[in-house]
């Protein structure tokens, strides 16, 4: 249950509508298993679903998602600083730890960690209170040339991926200059600290980030 309304919640932030099919595909489950889920949460208040809105989280169940994110993101963060796991491997890992802790063992990795804010990929932390900051959802690959942007977030869906970015420095609150833009929709080509990349569209979309001069 909290798996879905995690997902929900990481969903609302990406798309408009939330379908049924989106939810199976992001958990790799049937879409009848999810329809029933999502009934089931209906009657627990957590969502709402409706023609042409799809599933919407209700107050409570918001509430319980970022709950939810909190711990996955905190068990992150102590498993890259307090134990070595690299920032590719830590989502899988937290995702089967994220239901078994207790509110008391996550309170002591906050404190351990000096109260963090983001994750290891940048995204942000919901507070103790269930107050969450939302950045800016620009895209590396929606800025024009010449533009210098600190990267603030990556995905974290695909490990190949961000084991790739992390090859080239993509990490957050790095500096990045866009270059060059081919056309038809093609790759763009990237100054990081000095060092030039070429960066296909879809690895662009993944790297969210902020103008510089913003």
Do not use: C
């Not at 990929?121 to 210098?148: C, F, K, M, N, Y």
């Not at 790297?207 to 510089?212: D, F, P």
């Amino acid at each position: 249950m909290e798996d879905y309304l995690k997902t929900i919640y990481i969903l609302q932030s990406e798309s408009e509508v939330v379908t049924t099919q989106q939810i199976a595909e992001r958990l790799n489950v049937q879409s009848p298993s999810v329809t029933n889920m999502v009934k089931r949460l209906a009657e627990l208040n957590l969502v709402e679903h409706t023609p042409y809105r799809g599933v919407v989280l209700t107050p409570s169940g918001e509430k319980a998602a970022l709950e939810v994110l909190r711990h996955h993101r905190l068990l992150e963060l102590y498993l890259a600083e307090a134990l070595g796991y690299s920032w590719d491997e830590v989502h899988e890992e937290a995702d089967r730890l994220e239901h078994s802790i207790s509110e008391e063992f996550e309170a002591r990795i906050d404190r351990a960690l000096g109260y963090p804010t983001t994750d290891p990929h940048g995204h942000p932390i919901p507070s103790a209170d269930g107050t969450i900051e939302q950045p800016p959802d620009l895209r590396l690959g929606e800025l024009e040339v010449g533009e210098v942007a600190i990267v603030n977030r990556v995905s974290d869906r695909d490990p190949e991926k961000l084991r790739y970015l992390g090859s080239l420095g993509l990490y957050p609150t790095v500096h990045v200059e866009v270059l060059e833009r081919f056309p038809f929709d093609g790759p763009i080509r990237i100054s990081l600290g000095g060092t030039e990349h070429i960066l296909g569209r879809e690895l662009a979309q993944a790297v969210h980030v902020t103008r510089a001069n913003s």
